[in-house]
């Protein structure tokens, strides 16, 4: 069966740093991959989205992933992070008949 | 604009009542999907549904029902809530077919005393 890891829980971050967020999933087949981002009090909002082609695929706000066959992950990256970017972010994985499998999420602080 | 509404956005409930949540989309997609979101968990998929008048069984169904009426209204009903239900639901629609893509609602927070 599919799933998503999110190895780490919390990330802390300096403004202006640059952000890595891991995803490793485990699908059999060609995945269609999903970032999504849940500031406070509100609900999922679409990142990015991996269809099978290029791997590297630009998203809003800046934000960009890999897909990598091979390491079977789907890591998000950011250059340079805003105060904005604070937020719980989550790595998803199409489910067949049942949409989506998400990842745990990941907490991101964003410090002065 | 095309949008995912739930209602209502916040609900306190006591154990044993009837409780429904509601969900309107106007994307015109056919699936939708019901999820329930705590800590530790992520986001777990209680109830789908592929169209009007389909229901599904998702991964922690039990102690739910959905009703799919319409195209545009998918409703999640806990018929004897519990404490354990208490928690933050999602709402979400997508297109059939493989693209996957979803889009959320604001969610509902629900308590059961």
């Known amino acids: 069966a599919q799933s998503v890891t999110q190895p780490d829980a919390r990330v802390t971050v300096s403004e202006g740093a640059s952000l890595q967020l891991r995803c490793k999933y485990s699908?059999?087949?060609?995945?269609?991959l999903f970032w999504y981002v849940q500031y406070p009090r509100q609900g999922l909002q679409l990142l990015l989205k991996y269809y099978p082609g290029d791997p590297v695929v630009q998203g809003v706000n800046g934000f960009e992933a890999e897909f990598s066959k091979s390491n079977s992950s789907f890591h998000l990256r950011k250059a340079s992070v805003h105060w904005s970017d604070w937020a719980v972010y989550f790595c998803a994985v199409n489910n067949y008949a049942q949409g989506l499998t998400f990842g745990l999420g990941t907490r991101v602080s964003v410090f002065p | 604009e095309a949008a995912v509404t739930q209602s209502p956005r916040n609900k306190v409930a006591v154990t044993g009542g009837k409780v429904t949540l509601s969900c309107n989309q106007t994307?015109?997609?056919?699936?939708m999907y019901w999820y329930r979101q705590d800590t530790g968990h992520g986001l777990r998929l209680i109830h789908y549904s592929y169209g009007a008048g389909s229901t599904e069984k998702g991964d922690i169904p039990d102690g739910y029902k959905a009703s799919r009426p319409s195209q545009e209204n998918f409703s999640l009903i806990l018929e004897l809530a519990t404490p354990s239900q208490t928690s933050v639901y999602f709402c979400?629609?997508?297109?059939?077919?493989?693209?996957?893509?979803?889009?959320f609602g604001p969610g509902t927070r629900l308590t059961v005393l």
């Open positions: 994307n015109n997609h056919n699936n």
């Open positions: 979400a629609s997508g297109d059939a077919g493989t693209t996957a893509e979803q889009f």
């Open positions: 699908y059999f087949g060609t995945p269609y």
